[in-house]
């Protein structure tokens, strides 16, 4: 599995992945509001600022599933994701 294919496969199963992007949007957001005000970023930049804290944080994550799984097969990473309690966080 790539990274790519694991990232979606984790938004789309993992109900973390909300509440973290809703945080870290919220987060970039004070973050905004304390640049001048010629300086800070429309919504879009914010967003993609949180969505690259996601990608950030999940980094290590698929490094680490990539030692244990030892595949490339994305049928073999949902197994393992789905009879570890990872996706029940």
């Excluded at 001048?36 to 698929?62: H, V």
Aim: no cysteine.
């Amino acid at each position: 599995m790539t990274y790519k294919e694991f990232l979606e496969y984790i938004e789309n199963n993992l109900d973390g992945y909300k509440v973290f992007m809703e945080k870290a949007i919220a987060f970039q957001g004070v973050k905004n509001q304390k640049r001048q005000p010629n300086k800070r970023w429309n919504d879009k930049k914010l967003k993609n600022a949180a969505y690259d804290m996601w990608k950030q944080s999940m980094q290590p994550l698929y490094n680490n599933l990539k030692k244990e799984v030892n595949s490339s097969l994305p049928h073999n990473w949902v197994h393992i994701l789905r009879h570890t309690k990872f996706l029940r966080v």
